[in-house]
């Protein structure tokens, strides 16, 4: 018998906005771009960084999980954020959470820990282009100096007074990923798209 369950299309809190983030990037000629990196596998992870599970669970991963505050390791497709002194923020291509969660619970064995899917709770947004630092200060009060927030720094912060998640990616040219609460998304891409138009 054919199953006539109806399905669902998974829609992203910014896919309506696409069309406008396009615009914008051409109308830059690249200056800025913008674009939704949706569905990220998003885990919180809190365990003892001075444990033996926190190695453990960086080999699962293939990734050192940083202890440094507001750094982040890349490997692969996975990404470690440092959130705090015992939590990270485990990145994953859209779709991995079951097995990056799997990974990390059977890597800690009985050493406590605790693994929490998250990627409902944000949606990511790519802003790169060679004035991607500067629409960001229009509205964030960290220093994003290069020297100051270069490749593989990361911090909670506020962007046009909305709480987000800002990480530099490893390569310059990469731009940033701002992870923002998906009831926020719109907002904050309103903000983004009318900062932007100066570079239009």
């Known amino acids: ?25 051409r109308s830059s000629r690249g200056a800025v771009r913008l674009a939704e990196v949706p569905f990220l596998a998003q885990l919180n992870v809190r365990l003892d960084a001075k ?13 050192q999980l940083p202890l440094e505050p507001g750094t982040v390791v890349r490997a692969g497709d996975s990404t470690a954020v440092w959130i705090g002194p015992d939590e990270w923020l485990v990145v994953g291509r859209p779709g991995t959470q079951r097995d990056l969660k799997s990974r990390i619970r059977s890597a800690s064995g009985d050493e406590p820990v605790s693994v929490t899917d998250v990627s409902a709770q944000r949606t990511t947004v790519l802003v790169g282009g060679p004035r991607a630092r500067d629409l960001l200060a229009h509205g964030c009060s960290l220093d994003l100096h290069p020297c100051a927030f270069g490749p593989g720094r990361a911090a909670q912060t506020t962007l046009a007074r909305t709480h987000v998640l ?28 009318d900062a932007a138009v100066e570079y239009g």
């Not at 906005?17 to 615009?23: G, I, L, S």
């Not at 731009?175 to 798209?193: C, E, K």
């Open 1 to 25: 018998m054919a199953d006539t369950a109806p399905t669902a299309r998974r829609r992203s809190p910014l896919g309506h906005a696409a069309d406008r983030m396009a615009a914008t990037t």
């Open 51 to 63: 444990g033996p599970a926190a190695d453990a669970v960086g080999l699962a991963l293939g990734l």
């Open 166 to 193: 800002l990480v530099a990616r490893d390569d310059p040219r990469a731009g940033f990923w701002v992870l923002v609460r998906s009831s926020f998304a719109d907002y904050l891409m309103d903000w983004l798209l």
